[in-house]
């Protein structure tokens, strides 16, 4: 198996409301578990074997990823959330260390 890390994380919203990140095989196959039954179909199932067959080393990562986000689009409960800008994650400027330096 790869490492089952996804390159990009997918946002979900579960049956409670509450955002959950998905960022690997292993995330995703939790969350299709966790998908009530009586709610399973199709596409359900093809998430399921494609993340399942990732873990396996079957099929690719990527495969399971792409996978995955269709049908959590086609179901309602992906979430787009905007990626934070660079300066916004950027390293810390103050500190301590940093406003010794300022004051000389």
Avoid: N
């Amino acid at each position: 198996m790869e490492d089952g890390m996804f390159k990009q994380a997918i946002f979900v919203r579960d049956d409670g409301f509450a955002l959950r990140r998905i960022d690997c095989v292993m995330d995703a196959i939790e969350f299709l578990e966790e998908w009530p039954i009586e709610r399973r179909g199709l596409l359900h199932a093809a998430a399921s074997d494609a993340c399942y067959s990732a873990y396996d080393g079957r099929r690719s990562v990527d495969a399971a990823h792409k996978t995955f986000t269709t049908w959590a689009r086609r179901v309602g409960v992906i979430e787009d959330v905007p990626v934070a800008p660079p300066w916004m994650t950027g390293p810390k400027i103050s500190g301590p260390d940093h406003s010794a330096e300022i004051d000389g």
